[in-house]
């Protein structure tokens, strides 16, 4: 029980702290927004490396913020029924929830992301835009995030087992 204390304690400081850090890439998205907007429309000169820098900043802070999210409930769910359960009754409707559909999914984008990443890196492909910025770095974000989401889904989902075993919630 100590280790499985352990584990969950450093899973959920990685992923506190990765969302914490990554929630500031926010503000140079949004400075090179503004920045691009003033001299699109008071200057006239639009630039060609706005577009790619913020589609990869967020991709990055949507990637990299996704565990962090998990973490904290902050995921869409369909609760139309599930509201109506007692809390054991969620509890078990999220551990089948975890197994049929989260952990395949998130095993599936990391070793697909592995894939894709290296196969990027092999051809160090770069956008197809005027300003080419590499795309290897942010396509080596997707299996990082896929690990980070396996690694906090399982914190979730030990929580959840050991709620419907014990009748109590886990205590760190």
Not at 63 to 76: D, E, I, N, P, Y
């Amino acid at each position: 029980m100590k280790r499985l204390k352990e584990y969950i304690k450093t899973v959920n400081w990685i992923n506190e702290w990765i969302g914490r850090i990554t929630c500031w890439l926010i503000v140079p998205l949004v400075a090179i927004t503004i920045y691009e907007v003033i001299f699109r429309k008071f200057f006239n000169s639009p630039s060609i490396w706005v577009f790619e820098t913020s589609n990869q900043l967020y991709g990055f802070h949507f990637m990299m913020g996704s565990a962090f999210a998990l973490l904290h409930g902050s995921h869409v769910n369909v609760d139309v029924f599930y509201r109506y359960f007692s809390p054991k009754g969620k509890a078990v409707i999220d551990i089948v929830g975890f197994l049929l559909f989260f952990f395949p999914f998130c095993i599936i984008i990391f070793f697909k992301g592995i894939e894709f990443a290296a196969q990027s890196w092999a051809m160090r492909e770069i956008s197809q835009s005027v300003f080419h910025p590499p795309l290897y770095p942010i396509k080596t974000v997707i299996p990082v995030m896929g690990l980070l989401l396996i690694l906090q889904g399982v914190t979730i989902f030990i929580k959840k087992v050991l709620f419907v075993l014990k009748g109590e919630e886990f205590q760190l």
